[in-house]
């Protein structure tokens, strides 16, 4: 094997956006696997925009893997917690792939396109593990296919993303409800115009044809650049779904969590029947937790990041699993794993960073909540 062929096979993918990107002034950084675009600017003006405004995310890089046939129903009930049954053509839904001992493969949404047809939307940096174990779980009557590269997915966030996106669709943007979505056209291309997303903001997000995308995001960025719409990057993204306290894998969730721990049981249906994981979650309902996830405020200066320490009494008792500088509350704000004894809200914490020890307190999540 030649040193030009082993480059070729380890180089980052890119989204049919790039070329857009670079127009735009991207910084463009290696993610999951994918060369994307952490900023085009400020990543706090990026962030701002979202909430103020409008931002256009590319998260083309996301998973798609569509599950049909006379036995989908019963495959992804037996696949996932959540109770599938209840959705219907037009809904979607959030849940995940769960190992036999309750713990996250992935995070994921669920949508029924049609009866007996669904589409599952993963992170990223799972689409094969996941595909992987779609295909290990017995699916009689029903067909896996990983339709990943059929789509490019835009995120249009923000107050004003329903405005600007009026302009292009005939579809009823103000009646479509959260997690519900329609098959529709923008300025003619065919789009999932789907009421979801991970900012904590009104907005949608656009399932569109690869070949489509570049035009669909010119357009938009054009028709709102009056009314605020930036480009946002995955730095912006980082610290938008922070404040709105949505878990990202690998961070809040990962393959030593379970949803009873990430404050995600919600999404753990009992009654439906039995599920991977089941078993567990029901013994960790019954009896509770050794361990929860929190938020917390730092008390002054600093910022801590995932992997810092938390200490009481000098002993490690827990870590920080995300931490960032919040633009919208000017607050550094944190998520971290502590004993469920010690998760009580208002309750004072230190934070091991570096050499220096920050106060913190525990705060209720989400952090920013949108009126």
């Not at 490019?152 to 943007?173: C, F, M, N, V, Y």
């Not at 999932?192 to 995308?213: F, H, Q, V």
């Not at 404050?263 to 009896?287: H, I, P």
Request: with cysteine.
């Amino acid at each position: 094997m030649s040193d030009s062929t082993a480059v070729e096979e380890t180089a980052p993918q890119r989204t049919p956006l790039y070329e857009c990107h670079l127009e735009a002034g991207a910084k463009m950084v290696e993610f999951a696997g994918w060369e994307m675009p952490v900023r085009y600017g400020s990543e706090i003006d990026e962030h701002h925009a979202v909430r103020r405004a409008a931002g256009l995310f590319d998260v083309s890089h996301m998973g798609e893997i569509r599950v049909h046939g006379g036995g989908a129903l019963d495959y992804l009930q037996r696949l996932t917690p959540n109770n599938v049954a209840k959705l219907q053509p037009g809904r979607a839904q959030y849940s995940a792939l769960l190992t036999e001992r309750g713990t996250y493969i992935d995070d994921l949404l669920v949508y029924q396109m049609a009866k007996d047809d669904y589409l599952v939307v993963v992170n990223a940096s799972n689409i094969a593990t996941d595909y992987a174990h779609m295909l290990s779980v017995p699916h009689p009557d029903c067909q896996i296919d990983n339709h990943s590269d059929r789509y490019a997915l835009l995120a249009l966030q923000g107050p004003k993303s329903l405005e600007i996106l009026k302009r292009h669709t005939s579809t009823d943007l103000e009646n479509l409800r959260y997690y519900h979505f329609e098959n529709g056209q923008i300025d003619g291309k065919s789009c999932i115009i789907s009421r979801t997303g991970y900012t904590g903001e009104i907005g949608m997000e656009l399932y569109i044809s690869p070949e489509d995308a570049p035009h669909l995001w010119r357009t938009l960025l054009a028709s709102g650049a009056d009314d605020g719409l930036l480009p946002a990057g995955l730095g912006a993204r980082d610290t938008l779904r922070l404040e709105a306290g949505m878990s990202l894998y690998g961070h809040e969730i990962d393959d030593t969590t379970t949803p009873f721990e990430a404050g995600l049981q919600w999404t753990v249906k009992f009654a439906k029947g039995d599920y991977l994981g089941r078993s567990v979650l029901e013994e960790q309902k019954e009896n509770g937790v050794d361990r929860q996830l929190i938020g917390f405020e730092i008390e002054g200066r600093g910022i801590a990041r995932q992997g810092h320490r938390i200490l009481v009494d000098d002993e490690s008792v827990g870590q920080v699993t995300s931490g960032t500088w919040s633009p919208t509350l000017e607050k550094a704000i944190g998520t971290a794993y502590v004993p469920t004894a010690m998760a009580t809200e208002g309750d004072p914490l230190t934070i091991e960073v570096r050499k220096r020890r920050l106060p913190a307190r525990i705060v209720a999540m989400p952090f920013y909540k949108r009126d």
